[in-house]
């Protein structure tokens, strides 16, 4: 087996030959930026939809599912959101063997597809809020390099639209989506911090967009999921209004809440080291694996062990494979390493004998585990491992910021930047040309940077009414 | 509330109704076909999903899930399955502004997605099996008319591909799906006869097709699956094959397995009555509903008791929600035998007096139940209930099937017909004339008919290799 790139000085192409060596997917598809999901990549992913769910059912949302296709004169309705896709989306045009009369888009994102049938749900203020969200694949005809995960055209997508009474109720729907997320987050062993975008950068047809972005290494930024708050931008062009208590006719304030498949990404490119893929028990396709290192002698040997093991785990609801098969132990420790599976249970003669398992977690860390208290035993060494697992992942992103405090600094740059903004635009745009990137925006939470007030403009210079704000260069 | 059309005079009337008012779909979507899974229609697939997931995963099959797009040229690979696919399908022939190069099919089925890359998967005997399945969309441009789960545009799909190494392996691969089909088809309470197809009614592609078939009133019937065997039909022209333990290349044998939402269609179709819809508690939205009836007196009274009553079911894993809402409890009653809830439990002054619960089920059974034992009280009527349904669909069941011995019989037949069958094309198709419907085919399983060897073909009389063979008129 061939060595993996370097993570520190080749980020991408780490990432590219983890992908593919944890077998996530399977890139040879037909059509480029579509990619196919290997059983044990689908798995993954199912897991990750299982704790998406929990987090947003919490919360009091229902799933729904809304058609792929969108025609084409519903989803022209509002005007900055069409400008924001028009050039990235597929367009079905014909049926069996004959054009269709009015063309359908492949949903890239689903208001326009949600809003119509919105206008019919909602009629008095009985009906609000309405929370729903879905998950289902949107399209794009993406022009940039596209990459497992990170950058696809077909995404696997998690959109929750909601309807409520006003302006302020929104904004509490962005605030229970921002701690859902925070539980999600939790649960992936993610540090992030959530940045409200500048004017400039919100998603097509916001009144505001709060984004949630980790650091991937020298001062690149990923954006693994966002939360807008739409106003009445959409429900005025779909007609959603609602007869309030009062007897007026009033139009709803909507949200959404964004997030996908590059979530995966992130759990790659935050967790991966120079062994392969690690996954946090949460999402782990198996979050164990017991192996048998065979040997002759009095029954029960490793292989028996090692089935009761399995059995026993998995009657407990672990998610654990037996790798039984005939290669040597070494090459399977190898091989699950690369994909990232958080615990190890090795059973040799020396374990059958004593009734032990000796645990090793995907961080390297070793304990024996007692037969008589196995799954007691695991299921602390898997927390423990959840644990540290984010513990190394904090103290990283601790590492990747900086401040500055001039646009001098931000010339090849290889930390995200923290910096004093008076928030212009003419401003934001300095600092993104400084950094050759972007002006991520202002932090929404407080950074783990023990940071004093800001002062003045890192551009302009101008004193008051300044804020801390983030500057990196997105992947 | 308007009365429900009679469900044995009136089906389709019946149906769009029920459908309707169970508010499980929403069918005012601006495409015609493709409807919106509303959130309680949601919970229903959701737990149908897991029913089948279940049952196929204990089978030895893995979840992946292949792109929705698929290139033109590899879509028009097998010439068979193209003609029967080519005059239904969606065509995606732009990306962003400009023409695509290859124009892009929407799924159908995922045949021409997936065998490319089988034949990348594939190299030696030890790949061998190949067992995957994915739930995923399929979209079919039909032009017939589409009724909400039966017959839609964007129809929710599960799909097994298998290779395996043989005709015979594949052959065994066929039997276990009719296995796994069995037990999905126990969970959710439905009899059902496996068919083999006739010659000219197989899948585009297949060697040869058993379907699954329920009778729904008056001779019509209802394909709900259907299981195929493709010997080399795809593994030739898609280059899947294998070097065997002896050196030489050989091809793999292929099967697929199908079954869609359609599955809710019949389980609304076969229990479903006069009050609304009727769902088994495996894929019921709710397996429980909990109403307080309203009283004043000493605590806990009513609404305290249904509190403590839905927390403790939903505790165990019970799907259990508590409408508290201030309708009359009579309206509730109604509003949620329409939807179908297994079980209703009535909690009143008295029952919180005597700490008990009035529990009704779907079939209108009444039981008292302590809730000192609440959670195993329940858990038993939600068992006798799923009993009791499948008893009175096997009954209902048997009654459709009528035996006939001549071809004048079948004019305007109002049973599905068990006749006697030469095997031979022209005497199916003067069935099918006879009948105004279709021969479904020969019975893989034995028909509970209590049936003697068939004698002589019904319409052309030979003797001697002659066969069972069912007729109706698909819905």
Redesign the interface.
């Known amino acids: 087996m061939a060595e993996l790139p370097d993570k520190a000085t080749a980020f991408i192409d780490w990432y590219l030959a983890v992908v593919d060596a944890a077998n996530l997917t ?1 890139k ?4 480029k930026g ?6 044990y990549g ?2 993954a ?2 897991h990750l939809d299982e704790v998406m769910v929990r987090e947003i059912e919490a919360t009091g949302s ?10 084409a ?2 989803f022209a309705k509002e005007k900055e959101h069409i400008k924001g896709f ?12 004959s054009d269709l009369d009015i063309p ?1 888009v ?1 949903r890239p994102t689903s208001e326009t ?1 949600m809003y ?2 919105f206008a ?2 909602v009629r008095s203020h009985r009906d609000l809020p309405l929370n ?1 969200y879905q998950i289902v ?1 949107t ?1 794009r ?1 993406e ?1 940039k390099t596209t990459r497992p995960f990170m950058r696809v055209r ?1 995404i696997h997508f998690f959109e929750e639209h909601t309807c409520q009474v006003d302006e302020a109720a929104a904004d509490r729907r962005v605030r229970s989506n921002l701690d859902a997320f925070s539980q999600m987050a939790k649960a992936l062993a993610l540090p992030y911090v959530a940045v409200r975008r500048p004017e400039w950068d919100k998603f097509p047809g916001a009144a505001y967009s709060i984004a949630f972005d980790i650091p991937v290494g020298t001062g690149r930024t990923l954006q693994i999921g966002s939360v807008h708050h739409y106003r009445e931008n959409f429900s005025r062009p779909y007609g959603i209004q609602y007869e309030d208590s009062d007897g007026a006719q009033r139009f709803v304030h909507q949200t959404t809440f964004g997030l996908s498949e590059r979530l995966i990404g992130a759990i790659l490119a935050v967790h991966g080291d120079q062994k392969g893929a690690v996954f946090p028990s949460a999402v782990a396709p198996y979050e164990v694996i017991v192996i048998p290192i065979p040997s002759s002698g009095p029954e029960p040997g490793p292989e028996a062990t090692a089935v009761e093991v399995a059995e026993r785990l998995r009657a407990k609801g672990l998610r654990t494979h037996l790798d039984a098969g005939d290669e040597r132990p070494g090459a399977k420790y190898y091989r699950w390493e690369l994909q990232g599976v958080p615990v190890r249970l090795e059973i040799g003669r020396r374990e059958a004998t004593s009734r032990t398992a000796t645990a090793v977690d995907r961080l390297g860390r070793k304990a024996v585990v007692s037969l008589d208290r196995l799954e007691s035993e695991v299921e602390q060494f898997l927390g423990d491992y959840d644990r540290a697992l984010f513990d190394r992942a904090l103290a990283k992103f601790r590492e990747e910021f900086r401040v500055v405090t001039s646009l001098d600094e931000l010339k090849g740059f290889s930390h995200v930047a923290v910096l004093t903004w008076c928030g212009s635009e003419e401003c934001g745009h300095a600092v993104e040309t400084a950094i050759d990137g972007g002006l991520l925006g202002t932090p929404e939470s407080e950074l783990p940077l023990g940071l004093a007030n800001p002062d003045r403009c890192i551009s302009c210079g101008k004193v008051g009414d300044v804020r801390w704000a983030l500057a990196g260069r997105p992947l």
């Open positions: 399977d040879r598809y037909g059509v579509m990619n196919v999901w290997t059983p689908f798995l992913r199912r229902s799933p729904v599912e809304f058609p792929a296709l969108i025609p004169n519903e028009d050039a990235q989306v597929y367009w079905v045009t014909k049926g069996g063997l359908l492949l597809a119509p049938i019919l749900w729903v694949n399209f005809y022009t077909e």
